[in-house]
């Protein structure tokens, strides 16, 4: 399948489309199989390049995972795991970073595990120091080997009282996925409690965990000595419903997902209506719409939940290059998300990055030099571009710019977009959206 694509845009996406499970959570879904003795079936599973990456991971550690894209089922039996080679985990990885997240089942189920140079989209430094010290305050013993970190659990694993000094989403799955079958109570503080965490917490549950939530971010949990499989329906990708709303408020259009939460989507729903942008829940799922007229500049911070998430952020300022004045996004979650606005003030759009904080919400990149807030001036038209897409939700914001403006783009190395929106170019298709 080619890389590139040529998108003729100015006319609005129309149309009905099915958005599936969340790639954030789905992965995550797969790891936690590997704990339990018996197989796993986990249902609404979209066929994003992120699962074939995980099954191949999976299977290279011994376990069976069989996939029906059509119904969406996918099954796990891991009960015949096995070490898998830190050069075959890495070939498999690819970028994905997934394998920091196998390390406290592995050591569950093995007492050992591998992690190799780890990938994932190029936003920032997306260090990986609370995993490792959390894997190593629960008892693993970290070494460094030519090919990655070898990890080892000689005198087994202990449940610890941890504080996050950021509500780091991966970190927090880590210590879920270790805590549960260690010995004893492990407490966190300042969590992150994102849908997705939630409903691992829910499938850790069904496996067999017992762990509570706190209303202050903090979670706790009892070790159990044995768990099993789990059946469970993923929650719907909170992430692409957010991008097919963003496109349509961008293009004028008006789009029908079925399948989309509104318990998982409030704070982009307000944010949407005061853009100016309008919505109909239906038992079915959520219908975006630009109603004609308008739209309103605003003033947004990203921030983790149950706060603007980061991920809504590129798609809807593709949005706000069409709002009328000034609007402001101050991205707190990560120093670097804003290099995909250089290709829509290529197409005209007028986007200025400072380094400053131009929101009240303390961040951690204020004094860094990180250019993390943008202003956006509007409305501009958009014009046809050739662009080469830089990370996941910066591509499919390229796209939404392309779609929404006049001429025909050219998008080079859409390849990234597979990784997390589900067969977007029949979407497209059905949309209305021309595209070769
Ligand atoms: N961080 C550290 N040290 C760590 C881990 C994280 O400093 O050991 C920092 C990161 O550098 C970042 C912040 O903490 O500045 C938040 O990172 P977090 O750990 O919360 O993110 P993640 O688990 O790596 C997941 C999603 C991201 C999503 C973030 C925030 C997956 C596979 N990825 O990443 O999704 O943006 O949470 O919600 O679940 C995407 O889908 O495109 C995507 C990037």
């Not at 191949?56 to 550690?61: D, P, V």
């Not at 010995?183 to 997705?196: K, S, W, Y």
């Not at 829509?344 to 993390?372: I, P, S």
């Amino acid at each position: 399948m080619t890389d590139s694509i040529r998108v003729t845009g100015g006319a609005p996406l129309t149309g009905e489309i099915r958005v599936r499970g969340a790639k954030n959570f789905v992965s995550k879904a797969m790891v936690a199989a590997l704990l339990g003795s018996t197989p796993s079936t986990l249902r609404n599973v979209p066929d994003i390049r992120d699962v074939g990456v995980v099954s191949a991971l999976l299977r290279l550690h011994g376990a069976d995972v069989n996939y029906d894209v059509e119904s969406g089922e996918l099954t796990i039996d891991p009960t015949a795991l096995t070490k898998a080679d830190a050069a075959n985990i890495a070939e498999h990885a690819g970028s994905s970073r997934i394998p920091i997240l196998l390390c406290g089942p592995l050591l569950h189920r093995l007492g050992e595990a591998v992690i190799p140079d780890l990938g994932g989209c190029r936003i920032g430094d997306r260090p990986i120091d609370f995993h490792l010290e959390i894997l190593q305050r629960f008892g693993a013993v970290v070494t460094e080997h030519p090919d990655g970190l070898h990890l080892s659990a000689p005198n087994g694993l202990r449940g610890i009282k941890y504080r996050l000094s950021y509500p780091s989403v991966g970190a927090t799955e880590q210590l879920l996925l270790t805590a549960v079958m260690a010995e004893g109570i492990t407490r966190l503080d300042n969590a992150a409690v994102e849908p997705e965490i939630k409903d691992l917490i829910d499938t850790l549950q069904k496996m067999g965990a017992i762990i509570s939530v706190d209303t202050d971010r903090s979670v706790t949990i009892e070790g159990v000595g044995r768990m099993h499989g789990y059946d469970h329906t993923a929650l719907t990708d909170r992430i692409e419903v957010g991008s097919w709303a963003s496109a349509a408020l961008a293009t004028g259009g008006d789009i029908m997902v079925l399948g989309a939460q509104q318990r998982h989507m409030g704070m982009f729903l307000n944010v949407f209506r005061k853009v100016g942008g309008e919505f109909d829940v239906v038992p079915e799922g959520i219908r975006f719409y630009h109603p004609g007229g308008e739209l309103h500049s605003i003033a947004l911070q990203t921030d983790v939940h149950p706060g603007f998430m980061t991920d809504w952020q590129q798609p809807l300022v593709v949005a706000l290059t069409q709002a009328k004045g000034l609007s402001i996004v101050h991205e707190t979650v990560y120093e670097k998300r804003f290099g995909f606005t250089d290709a829509l003030v290529a197409m005209g759009a007028h986007v200025q990055l400072f380094r400053e904080c131009l929101g009240d919400k303390e961040c951690r990149f204020g004094q860094l030099n990180f250019k993390h807030s943008a202003v956006i001036s509007g409305p501009t038209p958009l014009t046809a571009t050739e662009i080469t897409v830089p990370d996941l939700r910066g591509g499919f914001s390229h796209l939404i710019a392309a779609l929404a403006a006049t001429g025909t783009s050219t998008v080079h190395g859409i390849g990234i977009i597979d990784r997390g929106y589900e067969d977007f170019r029949g979407k497209l298709a059905a949309l209305g959206a021309t595209v070769e």
